[in-house]
């Protein structure tokens, strides 16, 4: 029986599709295959999750400085005040002004004063009046002695009358002293009137400005016990000083000399230069904490600081260049079992500070490396022991309960 065309075709069709099915599950077979094999190779060849975070050794340029807070203040203050009371009368000055040494600055009330000058005036004329009366008393009784002394002589006169003449001489004798000394005195109250009238009148005694003014026309001016002060005045402001309290633990690197620098709230895109002027040596204790008074140079040619200002001072201690150095925070960094420093370690520079030491991690544990440190600014220290480039814990990895163990001292490194 003869075969149809079309069957020949079908069954070829059928050979077709099971020869590409086959192929399509050997390929699927391989991929699947490919990545089963990648993913084991990628977790043998990831790296082992560490236990510790940790940074590199560097170099970099660190400058040390001492920190502390002060105000800005004149160099020199000149407290104006007055020696005698009285009402403010006239004011010649205010804040701000620019005064000159004897310049007018506050007159009080004269009329007490002028009537003062004139009561000693008074006072004196009489002074003199009574003694020009008492030394012509003293002139008579002087030639009623003398005469009667001439007549005992000759027995004229008895002896009673002569010692009552040398006693009437010697009584207008000590009237005609007291005479003098009442003039010297009312002269010398004429004086202190006149010198109160000139005081009256209040003058400038530097060349300066006004910073403060504490009086207004019309008030009691009341210098019985101590002196008022009515203005104060600010010699330069040109150049100014600034007082910073220096903490005891930082005041053994501060001294003369050593470049500094501050900024103000008023200015604080501005940095300000400064020259450490002295070190005083009182204390000053606030709340068991003891501070040093640190006196520094200030130039203000364009007078932008003003007595009084904040200043938060930096005073350069020492600046070292591309030195090797590590974060401070790995200087902090101890493992759970941390063990002592080794005996017999190498001798130190003096000035150098010992017992320090950094980490590193070998074998999952944290290796010890003793280190000698050097200048700080607070965010890295410069260290003599490590390599810049290598790896120093600073911590433990994020999600550990707990660090490996430490290992011995590190050599050699």
Do not use: C
Not at 307 to 336: C, D, H, S, W, Y
Not at 354 to 364: I, K, L, N, P, S
């Amino acid at each position: 029986m003869p075969v149809s065309s079309g069957s020949i075709d079908a069954d070829a069709n059928k050979a077709s599709m099971g020869r590409r099915r086959k192929w399509t599950i050997a390929l699927v077979g391989l991929v699947a295959a490919g990545a089963v094999a990648g993913v084991v190779a990628y977790a043998r060849s990831r790296p082992t999750e560490s236990a510790f975070r940790t940074v590199r050794v560097v170099r970099a340029d660190i400058i040390e400085r001492v920190t502390a807070t002060g105000t800005l203040q004149p160099v020199i203050t000149s407290p104006v005040g007055a020696q005698v009371s009285g009402i403010v009368w006239k004011l010649h000055a205010d804040y701000n002004s620019t005064v000159k040494a004897g310049q007018l600055l506050v007159e009080l009330d004269p009329a007490l004063f002028r009537n003062a000058v004139a009561l000693a005036t008074a006072q004196l004329a009489q002074a003199r009046a009574n003694l020009t009366s008492a030394q012509a008393t003293a002139t008579g009784a002087k030639s009623l002695r003398d005469r009667t002394l001439a007549m005992e002589r000759l027995s004229m006169v008895a002896n009673a009358d002569l010692v009552a003449s040398e006693a009437v001489f010697g009584q207008t004798l000590g009237q005609t002293r007291s005479g003098a000394s009442q003039v010297a005195q009312a002269t010398a109250q004429l004086a202190r009137a006149r010198l109160d009238l000139e005081h009256s009148i209040i003058r400038s005694p530097v060349d300066g400005v006004v910073i403060s003014r504490n009086i207004d026309v019309g008030q009691a001016v009341a210098a019985t016990l101590t002196a008022p002060t009515l203005f104060t005045i600010a010699q330069d402001l040109h150049h100014m000083q600034v007082h910073a309290a220096v903490d005891e633990a930082d005041i053994g690197q501060v001294h003369a000399g050593q470049n500094a620098t501050f900024t103000v709230d008023a200015f604080r895109d501005l940095t300000f230069r400064a020259v450490v002027h002295e070190v005083r040596n009182a204390p000053q204790t606030a709340q068991n904490v003891v501070t040093y008074d640190v006196v520094l140079d200030v130039d203000n040619p364009a007078g932008q600081l003003r007595p009084g200002m904040t200043a938060n001072v930096l005073i350069l201690i020492v600046e070292k260049n591309q030195v090797v150095a590590v974060p401070n925070e790995a200087l902090r960094f101890r493992p759970a079992t941390a063990k002592a420093a080794p005996v017999g370690a190498q001798p130190v520079a003096a000035g150098r500070r010992t017992g320090a030491a950094v980490y590193v991690q070998q074998g999952g544990a944290a290796l010890r490396v003793p280190v000698t440190l050097g200048v700080t600014d607070g965010n890295l220290t410069e260290v003599q022991g490590v390599e810049p480039g290598r790896a120093v814990i600073v911590d433990v990895a994020r999600g550990k309960s707990k660090a490996p163990a430490a290992g011995g001292p590190g050599r050699g490194i």
